[in-house]
C-alpha cells in the first residue's frame, strides 16, 4: 500500500511539474510574439515630441518607449537664455551622457525603431547619445525623427549612427508638434 502511495504522488508530482514547465514555455513564447515589430522611442522634455511618437505609435501599431532622465529637467535646466544651465552645457560637451531612467528595455523582436527628440542647440539631446551607445541596432531598421522651434534634423542622425556603430539608419525628419497622422502615414509610406 506504502509503495502504491508513493508510485501514485511521484505521478502526480511528475505530471504537475511537466504541466508547469510547458505552461512556463507557451508564456514565454507568447510574450515574444506579443509585441509588435515596430518600437517608438523618444525623450520629450516638455511633450512635444511626446505627443508625434503618440501619432506615429497610433498609425504603425507600434510600441512606446519613453525615455526618461534619471535626473529630470528642470524649466531652469532647459533655459537656452542662460549659456550656464545644463541644457546648454551639456550640449557643449559632446562627451557628457546623461543617465537614463526608465527601465531597460529588450530590442529582440524589433526590426524598426523611429527614435524621436527635440533638437537642442541643432542636435540631438545628448542623453539620445546615451541612448544610441547602450543599445545594439543590429537588424534593425533606425529612423529618427525631432520637433524643434525650426530648425531641421541637422547632423543629428548622422551623429547617432555613428555613435551606435549598428543598425541601418533612415534619414531622419523634423515635425512641429501638431502635424496630422495623416501627413505621418505619407512619411512612412515614403520610406518603403
Ligand atoms: C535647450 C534647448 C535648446 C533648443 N535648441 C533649439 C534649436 O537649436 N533649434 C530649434 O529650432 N529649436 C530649439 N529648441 C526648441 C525645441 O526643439 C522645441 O521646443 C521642441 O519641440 C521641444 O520638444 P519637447 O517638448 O519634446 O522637449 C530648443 C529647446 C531647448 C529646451
Redesign the pocket.
Given at each position: 500500500m506504502k509503495r502504491f502511495l508513493s508510485i501514485v504522488m511521484a505521478t502526480v508530482l511528475f505530471s504537475s511539474l511537466a504541466a508547469w514547465g510547458s505552461s512556463a514555455k507557451e508564456e514565454a513564447t507568447e510574450s515574444a510574439e506579443a509585441h509588435s515589430d515596430v518600437l517608438v522611442a523618444y525623450f520629450?522634455?516638455?511633450?512635444?515630441?511626446?505627443g508625434v511618437a503618440e501619432k506615429i505609435a497610433s498609425v504603425t501599431g507600434g510600441d512606446l518607449y519613453e525615455i526618461l532622465a534619471a535626473e529630470p529637467y528642470t524649466s531652469d535646466d532647459?533655459n537656452?537664455n542662460d549659456s550656464s544651465?545644463r541644457?546648454?552645457s551639456e550640449?557643449n560637451d559632446k562627451n557628457v551622457r546623461p543617465e537614463i531612467g526608465s527601465e531597460d528595455i529588450s530590442l529582440e523582436g524589433y526590426t524598426t525603431v523611429y527614435l524621436g527628440y527635440?533638437?537642442?542647440?541643432?542636435e540631438e539631446p545628448r542623453i539620445l547619445d546615451t541612448f544610441v551607445e547602450k543599445y545594439s541596432f543590429e537588424g534593425i531598421t533606425v529612423i529618427p525623427f525631432c520637433?524643434?522651434?525650426?530648425?531641421g534634423v541637422g547632423r543629428s542622425g548622422s551623429n547617432m549612427e555613428e555613435l551606435a556603430g549598428t543598425g541601418t539608419w533612415l534619414d531622419g525628419e523634423r515635425f512641429s508638434?501638431n502635424v496630422s497622422e495623416e501627413d505621418l502615414k505619407d512619411w512612412i509610406e515614403g520610406l518603403k
Open positions: 520629450s522634455a516638455t511633450g512635444t515630441t511626446k532647459l537656452y544651465s541644457s546648454t550640449q527635440p533638437i537642442w542647440w541643432g520637433t524643434s522651434g525650426g530648425s508638434g
